[in-house]
């Protein structure tokens, strides 16, 4: 299965006191509708990534687009 892989670190716009994107904790993963159903995992399930375990954060619903098989991790766990 094809994974598009998005690493997130929080980032707030000048001016702003919200974050640009949703922040992903360390440690944890958003997965993509495709994902999720396919691993029959839900939030606070483990899952496992490129031989790392994560706890699952957020579900996603169906969108249709490419972020049905997305996977949304902190940066730090990215890069690793």
Known sequence: RS??????????????????????????????????????V???DEFTFSGRKYIVSDCRSELGTKDDVGLWLHLSDAQQ
């Open 42 to 44: 839900s939030v606070g």
């Open 3 to 40: 994974v598009i892989l998005y690493g997130l670190q929080e980032m707030v716009a000048r001016g702003s006191r919200r974050a640009l994107v949703d922040p992903v904790a360390p440690g944890t993963v958003r997965l993509g509708y495709a994902l999720h159903t396919t691993a029959g």
